[in-house]
């Protein structure tokens, strides 16, 4: 379904809380991702943020990879909400992330 793992998405989610602090992490984060995992990360926000519905992720996936004009992390970034719209689009995916992020937070 998603070319992205579960854990790197909540990985975006917690450094996007954090951004005041975590920003050129988050930032270099996302750099490092392949072209593939980028264009997921778009398209979950994407249906997170209603822009898409979870039936249109292909749709939404091409519509990214297509419409990529600026990197992916500046587009990322200046998008408000950016967690609350990744966590929306995993859960219209019934996909979570709680476990991955709480691995995380405990530094797992």
């Not at 854990?7 to 991702?33: G, N």
């Not at 967690?83 to 219209?92: C, Q």
Request: aromatic share 4%; with cysteine; charged share 30%.
């Amino acid at each position: 379904m998603l070319d992205i793992t579960t854990d790197k998405i909540a990985q975006v989610i917690l450094m996007s809380r954090e951004l005041d602090r975590a920003e050129a992490e988050l930032r270099a984060f996302i750099d490092r991702l392949s072209e593939d995992e980028q264009v997921c990360l778009v398209a979950v926000m994407w249906i997170g943020r209603g822009a898409f519905e979870v039936d249109e992720l292909d749709e939404a996936l091409v519509t990214a990879r297509h419409e990529a004009t600026t990197p992916t992390a500046d587009y990322l970034l200046g998008t408000p909400h950016l967690s609350d719209h990744l966590e929306n689009g995993l859960d219209a995916l019934g996909i979570s992330a709680m476990d991955d992020e709480d691995e995380l937070i405990r530094g797992g």
